[in-house]
């Protein structure tokens, strides 16, 4: 499984990006996918995840009802929309691909098995 992200950006507070990753290789669609972020400085943390079909999905508490993840099984694609951004989420963001079976979305990157090479996203105050 390869994946890419992109999307990202340079953008002013109170402004919206749509990141998207994009699946390949082998394309199964039945992986939970999630979005992390690493501020310089920082350790890599958990934004948002969704379930393979798209019914489930959690996000992590600073982000919570500002982003939204969905996503397109048809077109193998991922999408992690984020409105009202604050200078503090600026960071790297990856998007990363669960093949574990669990009842619940996985929150730790160690769960993840693949990755994409990151983008960035600064949000200028």
């Known amino acids: 499984v390869q994946l890419q992200a992109c999307g990202g950006g340079l953008v002013q507070a109170g402004g919206s990006l749509r990141l998207s990753c994009a699946r390949s290789?082998?394309?199964?669609?039945?992986?939970?996918t999630g979005w992390f972020r690493q501020a310089p400085g920082k350790e890599r943390e958990f934004v948002a995840a969704?379930?393979?079909?798209?019914?489930?999905?959690t996000y992590a508490d600073p982000v919570n009802v500002r982003f939204n993840i969905f996503r397109e099984n048809a077109e193998n694609m991922v999408y992690l929309h984020m409105s009202s951004l604050k200078p503090e989420d600026t960071a790297v963001y990856y998007c990363?691909?669960?093949?574990?079976?669990?009842?619940?979305?996985?929150?730790?990157?160690?769960?993840?098995?693949?990755w994409g090479q990151g983008t960035q996203v600064t949000v200028s105050s």
């Open positions: 290789g082998r394309t199964s669609n039945n992986y939970a």
């Open positions: 969704i379930s393979w079909n798209g019914r489930m999905s």
């Open positions: 990363a691909v669960d093949r574990g079976l669990r009842l619940k979305l996985s929150h730790h990157a160690h769960d993840y098995d693949y």
